[in-house]
């Protein structure tokens, strides 16, 4: 039996993060993979690795979705970087065509190198267009504090509050990550149904934060739920998969080190 996994997101151009690491994890996790195209991220080795942006034609995203969705029976599909209002709004209609069991929503918002003025739009479209129709919404630190309307989260009770404040805006669940953000030796992340919160705790490797941990936690998720498992089980895979990744993960000639998904 075939297990789809879809993903709408956007290509960081060395495979660090992105549509690259979503496809690589759903490989590893058994399931067949296929996404859309919503944004082409170069990094810009002359000026600090900053990000450089450049936006699909929202036609051409629609018409990547239409082609997917005639073509296989898709019910789970996780929705990465957007990037731009106009994208949103593609996606967003796209996405309605169909009925969805599992919308699985990182909530990226900021990328380096887009305008603040630009990214305050994609921030408010986001949440106004997409955060309503995800079942399943993944935000890290900054993103928890940002949707949760939260000044600082410095501890766990802080991620839970923020992700019952996440959660009354619409999901099923609500997966909080307090990263390497929070302090402690362990890395912690909360998962909240709207009744019970579920802690997962790993040791932290290292406080450096690994580029692409975030898509390979929320695709893993995805690829779970596409195989039919239910949110904990799901939420437990992809922590264990994402701490092996940042174990074995690649150094590159930038600041940052990459995630590798082998399990
Ligand atoms: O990790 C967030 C992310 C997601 N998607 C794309 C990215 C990045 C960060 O660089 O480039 C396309």
Not at 115 to 143: C, M, Q, S, W, Y
Not at 214 to 243: H, P, Q, R
């Amino acid at each position: 039996m075939v297990n789809f996994a879809y993903v709408i997101a956007g290509s960081e151009a060395t495979g660090g993060a992105g549509i690259q690491t979503d496809l690589k994890t759903f490989q590893e996790l058994d399931v067949y993979g296929l996404g859309a195209l919503t944004c082409i991220v170069s990094f810009d080795p002359k000026n600090q690795w900053g990000h450089r942006f450049v936006p699909v034609d929202p036609q051409v995203i629609k018409d990547q979705i239409e082609a997917a969705v005639a073509l296989h029976e898709l019910s789970t599909v996780k929705i990465g970087m957007l990037g731009t209002p106009a994208t949103i709004d593609a996606v967003a209609e796209s996405l309605t065509t169909q009925p969805w069991k599992n919308i699985v929503l990182d909530p990226v918002l900021i990328c380096k190198g887009q305008e603040p003025g630009a990214a305050l739009d994609t921030d408010t479209a986001l949440r106004e267009k997409i955060l309503p129709l995800a079942t399943v919404v993944t935000p890290n630190h900054f993103e928890a504090k940002t949707l949760a309307g939260m000044d600082e989260i410095n501890n766990v009770d802080d991620l839970i509050e923020a992700a019952k404040r996440i959660h009354a805006q619409g999901p099923s669940y609500v997966i909080a990550k307090g990263g390497a953000e929070l302090p402690g030796e362990f890395a912690v992340d909360v998962l909240y149904d709207g009744t019970e919160v579920t802690i997962f705790s790993e040791p932290k490797v290292g406080e450096e934060r690994v580029s692409g941990a975030g898509c390979t936690f929320a695709a893993a998720i995805t690829a779970e739920l596409a195989k039919g498992s239910d949110i904990t089980t799901a939420v437990a895979v992809a922590k264990n998969l994402v701490t092996q990744g940042i174990k074995d993960r690649v150094e590159s000639n930038a600041p940052f080190a990459s995630i590798w998904q082998r399990a």
